[in-house]
């Protein structure tokens, strides 16, 4: 490593790395807030870390600086060159994968190694998608996630039984992790400025493994996609004649609705499938 590094903005005008919307692409190039993401993630040197959506290379930069080996999965060919830079500056500390995350083999891009660290600026269209992908995976693949999202999915993710924005996704979250709010960032942070604010989210494995992924999937689609009918309409084509005695051992109503069905709960109505 010799040299310093050029600013984020003159590899931006140097490579042409425009963000594109198609894409996602909102940078983060505040070296102080990307520091304060790595440090929310607990990076220490000689950590593993997964990155998703590099584009320019903030957040791999704060990564690297805090002494992480990362592996980066980069859709947009155009960043390539220029994250090559950045590999030369740390030689042996960055891999740089060109392809889609959501398509992406982590387990081959990484090895068989420990579980990682995933620390992203997400791209905020397929930022669900790729959470719940990893939340599937589970602690074999990592330790902790620092995610970057839309503040609105950021409280659909932590949002508690009872609350309008609890549902789907805060269920499999919380039932396949512990998150918790790190922070929260203005729109003007980002360039150019989304038209929402983002929040970064951090993910702890869960107390107990989440056992069987798919069926709580099923049974959330269901309860959910009608919320406002009682459990015994919208459950009733997951378990059929079963689902009076299934709902009374989870300990459920069958004129609930899925809005005041707990995390644990949901766990125990899918472990019936």
């Not at 000689?46 to 980069?74: K, N, Q, Y």
């Not at 068989?112 to 791209?123: C, E, F």
Request: aromatic share 6%; hydrophobic share 45%.
């Amino acid at each position: 490593m010799t040299g310093a590094l050029p600013p984020l903005r003159e590899i931006i005008e140097r490579y042409d790395l425009g963000a594109k919307k198609s894409l996602g692409q909102h940078f983060l190039l505040d070296l102080n807030i990307t520091r304060k993401i790595a440090r929310s993630a607990g990076i220490a040197p000689g950590d593993a870390v997964l990155e998703i959506g590099p584009g320019p290379g903030g957040l791999t930069r704060a990564l690297l600086e805090a002494g992480a080996h990362v592996t980066a999965i980069e859709r947009d060919s155009r960043c390539i060159e220029a994250l090559g830079e950045l590999a030369a500056h740390y030689p042996g500390k960055l891999k740089i994968a060109e392809g889609d995350a959501l398509t992406a083999n982590e387990r081959v891009l990484l090895g068989d190694g420990a579980p990682v660290k995933i620390a992203a600026n997400l791209p905020y269209n397929i930022s669900t998608e790729l959470l719940i992908k990893w939340l599937k995976a589970g602690p074999a693949l990592w330790s902790v996630m620092a995610l970057m999202f839309q503040k609105e999915v950021a409280d659909r993710i932590l949002a508690a039984p009872g609350s309008k924005t609890y549902g789907r996704l805060s269920v499999i979250a919380q039932a396949a992790s512990r998150p918790s709010r790190a922070f929260d960032l203005p729109a003007r942070a980002f360039t150019p400025p989304p038209k929402v604010d983002s929040t970064v989210v951090l993910f702890a494995p869960p107390a107990a493994p989440l056992e069987n992924p798919g069926a709580l999937e099923r049974v959330t689609q269901a309860a959910f996609s009608q919320r406002r009918k009682m459990l015994r309409a919208s459950l009733k084509s997951v378990f059929g004649e079963r689902l009076s005695d299934t709902l009374a051992a989870a300990g459920v109503r069958e004129t609930q609705r899925a809005e005041e069905i707990s995390v644990t709960q949901f766990i125990e109505l899918a472990a019936q499938l």
